[in-house]
């Protein structure tokens, strides 16, 4: 079951120079701000700054309450495996799939 989209991460190859846009356009400061990764949570929306990211743009995560069993149901469904699921640390697990015209779908599984 989805619980919607509550989270964005943008690829940022600068992360300093994209934490003070982000900074600016968002009115607030970052709650997470670490070399490899930083996050601002605004009105419950995480938009997340990832310099390790995909450089195909952002990615939106719908929240899961079982990500295997939706990422199963998007492969079966003819979606594409991008990455599989990865546990990112502190209880979340991760993965995206490309649909039929290559745009990008996150899945995400707080446990």
Do not use: C, W
């Not at 490899?36 to 995480?46: E, L, S």
């Amino acid at each position: 079951m989805s619980e919607g989209i509550k989270t964005v991460i943008y690829p940022a190859s600068d992360l300093a120079r994209a934490k003070a846009v982000f900074s600016v356009v968002l009115g607030a400061a970052p709650d997470m701000d670490e070399p490899y990764y930083v996050q601002f949570n605004v009105n419950g929306q995480a938009i997340g700054l990832d310099p390790h990211g995909h450089r195909g743009g952002a990615i939106v995560y719908y929240h899961v309450t079982d990500i295997k069993g939706t990422l199963r149901a998007l492969l079966e469904g003819g979606a594409q495996v991008d990455q599989d699921v990865k546990d990112v640390g502190g209880g979340r697990l991760i993965a995206s799939v490309k649909d039929a015209d290559g745009n990008l779908i996150g899945i995400l599984q707080d446990t």
